[in-house]
């Protein structure tokens, strides 16, 4: 058996599988490189060094375990916050989301405008004779006809023409027409700014059909400025992602890109009370809401661990269906909880004989939030607590009966300490995992009832994590950046108030 | 009153009562399930037809490739789940039973970064898989492949965490004794760890599966095309439509797709209780 | 020395098998990827599948997401290499993506130009550009339970009568409830056929800047018709949709507005179709409804890919065009936009009295005015506020239309800016 883990075979067995990943990983290096996404192939390749060193170097034996786990957990969670850390110190959100060369981009292709008339022609695309890309325009209404290229501009006899059953020119001397097939796959005709007159050019605008524009904008990447052509008006980078006019700052052109502003997502936080308010009513109540629902499901859980607790008839079966709940799909259970407590049609008031509107009033909604979660997380805790009950040296609770407790009295002096002290870590675990538990508000609530008509933005239901998903991404305007600073903030909540509990429960010690 | 009665009725009557809770949904489910209107059963308790049409639909229909959704869920959350708990396992007794430096720092960068809102972090992972789309297809956004390297990552730091507790649940002392016979690590982890653990990490691997089962904020970004889909994402369209709802044909599917899950889940019950609790009872 | 040697060999085969494989192109360059919904996109799939030289030289590939919320979630996050040249929506997106620099602009000729209305252009405008083409128009109509309700109501308040009337005997649930387009789009006509509009328009399509709703009128119709003396809901008008359908089936509800998408559901459920708009308070006004049009966009991704034009062409060949139009909505089944294509023989009868009931009493969905957050809420959560305010929690009707007429003054002033 051991020799499988020694000797040339184990060695072999190695070589070829580490060849294996050594080889894709340095192909995928290669095409991450060509089609230029340098960081990703840097990662690649550092990736392919530290396993090849790892594991035919003695250079670290923990590595040896530890190796894929980290890259893994690199490329796809530290990554990815760091991404969203450094989001959080620009300004990123609707109008401002793409990179500042694609913006400029976007703001010269938006930046021109038709003549007076909104002419536009039908034309053949192809070659002209000196085999320049051009076109061959036909002025139907005023039967003009001519080849256009960058630079030039030549009128053609309507006797040299050759028309098809709409009057449009088709064929011409010396012009050559493209086919179908190019147009379709070398885009670099409809790049081209074909000649008209007076600083006005023709562009295609789809096959067959061109239209006139001038140029109204234009970049100066000296002065990192834009200008419009026609009126002299300058705008300037406002540092906030946006060419804004100097005299009226209001006035700007779109679209924006994601620019650099610092702490300002952070500043908001505290100084702007339209995001403040919000913030700190949904910051109480997400602590209300993961404390409530793990104190209920742990009472529950428990109570029913404690009820079961013994040999009794139909054990098996109780146990069987308590556990449901945890095994079904959450999303189709929420969905389901969310139909149910339907104000009109809905089952709990028709089995309650009642008319509440569940979430459309506060307290009600948050009842029912709590509730489904109670049904969602009792079966957890009840596993869990019988399993500990077991757990509890059998001994201890005997003594304890000698010495004359009452049962009520060793569950209050001994199981329940001793409970406690072995499921702190799970209590905080499930009360971090309730802090951050989106699933439920968003498919149950929606965050909601939100009393709009008083301006409230955020929900009676909302937690600190769907709140920010309505800023991040809910919304028709979404602001990313502010959505980050947020996360970084939940986060380092969670954290500290997770810490502050595992010290308490003194599971830290063990992490020596 | 006898002994029996006061000592085993509260038991009953609790027991029942949570059971009826646990119950009610799940009754409405199957009641809905049998409902041809399409809408959700919620109205009355008593079915007022039955009718296996949603049931038939999911099978016969040519627009629904229920099966083939199936099959991808199951092919996913495989490989999710196996490799994760291969990847996973090894890091766990590292964590566990190695001494080497940065540890502890380790530990808690693993549980720290656990707590970040992982929603968040998701447009940033949709960007890096695209630009992995622009060179390796197969792999990037779109593809069932970059899925599972999403979902692999995305479950690397809580399936470490929970490996460790299980792994801290195993005695010492065999490892120990290994070492004095002079195995080293990586044959301690190999001849005796790993023939241990496999009942722990074996419902980590169902704990995992299911996880990926059930997810589709990110599958339905990922999975577009129709018979590519997961389960999840393919039920989840019966009722985000803008259109239109169809909550008996979303019933019927999830049923169907949730009883494997729930009959693993019953026979390996007392598994999966012992695995839950060995993370947190030591010894 | 056997390591070494080993290694050496390894590290030969890696350079092997790295140099057998090779990579693969992400898009054929003369292929326009088009991204649709869950109901529109695999129409255009079958579309496609019986004629797809639309544009000559080019292939189309449509990509249809799960839903309409994941079309919008993949649509924010993508940001280029597999971002699509096309895409299939609402208008309701238009000012936002526009600003953000995920469209890009398209221009007609006057002929495309001729066979739409300068309304449903207006929706799929930002800042003086255009950034797509009308496809279909989205609409409701109020149907009314033939098996109740003897004759066409005249007015709110004959709904009102004969829901008041009937309650008991008949075992109504509601009189009037909202089974198709939810409580904000769909249930504008709720709203208008009592007073209350988001904005208001001129008779010649342009807005209205100067004119907004009277709180006060609203109100008052609102406490006469759907309140009873103690200020509680008569229950004819709910405050949710949840089961609207249901219940109009079963004939618990007499009256209900319904989408156009789904009037054949209402068919073939064996109901005479009686689509007509909500009447309003005095007979012979109608509520107003949105009258939206769906339209086909132009990404600013089609130029990254090389396909601009192709992709133009195919929105004004297939997208916008006569041909294109009925090809497509023979397997959608909603009213087409352009003005040939709806008098075409192959537009079915229930699509017709659904255009013919948006002609009466449509307005323009206008997302500038609606969209925006500037007057503390956006409509589409203002309006459903409204109802559970007064309806559910009982709260006085003019003060809450008095709110109601603020928020929508502010943001129609707001997006004026974006128009």
Redesign the interface.
Known sequence: MSSIFRGNFALFLKIAILAGITAILSLLAQSAFASSQIAIGTYLVIAVVVLNFTYFTKVSIPLKFFAPGILFFIAFVIAPIIFTVIMSTYNYQTGNYISKDAAIEQVLIRGVEPDASQTTFDLVSGRSADGSYAVLVSDIANQKFFISTENELTYVETGQLTFNEYGVAITAPGFSVTSVDELATNDAYSKIRYKYSDGYYIIIEAQGVGAVFRQSIAYDAKTDTMKNIQTGQIYVDNKRGNFALEDSPETMLTPGWRAPIWFENYTKLVTDSRVRTPLIKVFIWTIIFATLTVLSTFAFGLLLALALNRKMRGRRIYRSILILPYAMPSIMSILIWAGMFDSEFGAINNLLHTHIAWFSSATFARAAVLLVNLWLGFPYFYLICSGSLQAIPSELLEAAAIDGANPRQVFRRITLPLLLQILSPLLIASFAFNFNNFNLIYLLTGGGPRNTLDGEVAGATDILISYTYQIAFGRNILDFGLASAISVLIFFLVASISFYGLRKSKVMETFG | MNKWLRENLWRHAFAVFMCIFALFPLYLIVLSSFNPGGSLQLTSFVPRVLSMENYKMLFSSPKIPFLSWVKNSLIISSAVALSSVVIGAASAFAFSRLKFKGKKFGIQLLLLVQMFPAILALSAVYVIMERVYSFAPSIGLGSQGGLILVYLGGSMGVNIWLLKGFVDSIPAELDEAAKIDGASPVQTYWLIFIPLATPVLAVVCLLSFIGTFNEFIVARLFLVEMSGRTVAVGLQQFIGGQYATNWGAFAAGSILASIPIVIIFLSLQRYIVNGLTAGSVKG | M??RL??G???A???S??AG?T??P?QA??EILIWA???RG?NLVKTFAKKSDW????TIKV????????LK??L???????GPDIFVAGN??V??L?????L????L??AQKSGFTPSQFFDLSY?G?LYGVPVDVNNVGMVYNTKLVKSAPKSYGDMVKFYLANKTKMGL??GLCIA?GGMSWGGLSGFSALGAEPYQMNADGSVNYDKSFDPTAFAKNVSTLLLDKKGKSNGFY???D??C???Y?AGKVPFAII?N??WR?FAEAGFDMNIQPVPGVKPGTYGKMFGSVSGAFLT?YA?AH?????A??L???FFASTKGQVAYQAEEGRPPAESGAQKSQLVLGGQKAMGAAASLSSIPQI?AFL???AG???YW??AP??W??VL??GKNPLV?AK??AA?WKANVAAGKADL
Not at chain 3, 55 to 58: D, F, M, N
Not at chain 3, 63 to 69: G, I, L, P
Not at chain 3, 76 to 82: E, F, L, N, P, Y
């Open positions: 056997k390591n080993l290694k060999l390894a590290l085969a890696t350079m098998f790295a494989l990579i693969v992400a360059a003369n919904d869950e109901t695999p544009v000559p030289g080019s990509v249809s997401f799960s839903s309409y919320d994941a979630d993949a924010d996050k993508a940001s280029g290499t597999t309701d997106w000012p936002a526009a600003k953000s620099g995920k890009a602009p398209v221009v000729t006057a800042g550009k649930k509601a198709g709910p405050a949710t949840t089961g359908q249901d219940n089936l989408g998408w789904h559901t600013s130029e090389g396909v601009a034009v192709p133009k062409s929105l004004t060949s997302g969209n925006t957050n503390g809420a956006n959560d203002s506020a409204y559970t305010a559910v929690d809450e709110k109601l928020i």
